[in-house]
T-cell receptor, first 114, second 113 residues
Framework: DGGITQSPKYLFRKEGQNVTLSCEQNLNHDAMYWYRQDPGQGLRLIYYSQIVNDFQKGDIAEGYSVSREKKESFPLTVTSAQKNPTAFYLC?????????????FGPGTRLTVL | GQQLNQSPQSMFIQEGEDVSMNCTSSSIFNTWLWYKQDPGEGPVLLIALYKAGELTSNGRLTAQFGITRKDSFLNISASIPSDVGIYFC?????????????FGKGTKLSVKP
């Protein structure tokens, strides 16, 4: 089945540790995105990538890092510099052509800092 | 960053009733999308709109791209318990980076069985 997978579903981290969230898609989409969702809030863009080996900061990139070495994969690292990392993280992908802007989301990873 | 104004924030309705929610923006949009999110899951795309005045249906759901290009509406007819969840609008404004969306804060729908 085509789709977006995120792993793990739940992640616990001790303060001061870096942690990497996985996102993989087999939709052959060029663009991939990472969002953060807090209770009662909309989705806030962390980073996005429109082509391999290129990515851009979103609205809340501080304390996060990404890489885009393969079209299918866009891992997000939450570093110890992120002061309030407990949140629900969503990965999405989309086609970047023909004026279509539909983003498709993975199931999310809930990160809790202990 | 810019956010859309989505209303209402939450609503409780009786099963069988119709539901309406909307999103407004201070700038012109060229795309409006509507998503539904169940608890602990990722949002699922319901309807995509690309032309001003466009009216599109998906089962009991109907969405419209406002004529002013600054708003969009979602209607759910004859609501059922599985309609419970959070509905998000999202849009892309003219001049924005291709593919990047702005999201509303969501409308939480609760249905009384």
């Amino acid at each position: 089945d085509g789709g977006i997978t995120q792993s793990p579903k739940y992640l616990f981290r001790k303060e001061g540790q870096n942690v990497t969230l996985s996102c993989e898609q087999n939709l052959n989409h060029d663009a991939m995105y990472w969002y953060r969702q807090d209770p009662g809030q909309g989705l806030r863009l962390i980073y996005y990538s429109q082509i391999v080996n290129d990515f851009q900061k979103g609205d809340i990139a501080e304390g996060y890092s990404v890489s885009r070495e393969k079209k299918e994969s866009f891992p997000l690292t939450v570093t110890s510099a992120q002061k309030n990392p407990t949140a629900f993280y969503l990965c999405a992908s989309s086609i970047v052509a023909g004026g279509r802007n539909e983003q498709f989301f993975g199931p999310g990873t809930r990160l809790t800092v202990l | 960053g810019q956010q859309l104004n989505q209303s209402p924030q939450s609503m409780f309705i009786q099963e069988g009733e119709d539901v309406s929610m909307n999103c407004t923006s201070s700038s012109i949009f060229n795309t409006w999308l509507w998503y539904k999110q169940d608890p602990g899951e990722g949002p699922v795309l319901l309807i995509a709109l690309y032309k001003a005045g466009e009216l599109t249906s998906n089962g009991r759901l109907t969405a419209q791209f406002g004529i002013t290009r600054k708003d969009s509406f979602l209607n759910i007819s004859a609501s059922i318990p599985s309609d419970v969840g959070i509905y998000f609008c999202a849009g892309q404004n003219y001049g924005g980076s291709q593919g990047n969306l702005i999201f509303g804060k969501g409308t939480k729908l609760s249905v009384k069985p």
